[in-house]
């Protein structure tokens, strides 16, 4: 799995209410990567991202921007070993 990398993002912003989740998994499935997101109850949105390097590029890249009517206004992110998640999924808020 040296080829995989894992992300894992907090997203700060106007992300909440703005289908930010449902956009994420949706551009997850294209580009092909694994993990998973979830509203977190202080107003940011939590994700892992694994896959390729250049894959999981491209989604710390969309988070920037974000989907229609979100307003981005910090990402915080940090590298951990990939885990081999099977799929990307939408998690309950915590």
């Given at each position: 799995m040296s080829d995989r990398v894992r992300v894992h993002v907090w997203i700060r912003g106007r992300v909440q209410g703005v289908g930010f989740r449902a956009h994420t998994e949706a551009m997850a499935l294209h580009a092909g990567v694994q993990g998973w997101v979830r509203n977190l109850r202080d107003g940011r949105v939590e994700a892992v991202f694994e896959g390729s390097p250049a894959a999981v590029e491209a989604m710390l890249r969309w988070c920037q921007q974000g989907s229609p009517g979100s307003v981005v206004e910090a990402i915080e992110q940090r590298s951990e070993p990939p885990e081999?998640?099977?799929?990307?999924?939408?998690r309950p808020t915590v």
């Open positions: 081999g998640l099977p799929t990307f999924e939408i």
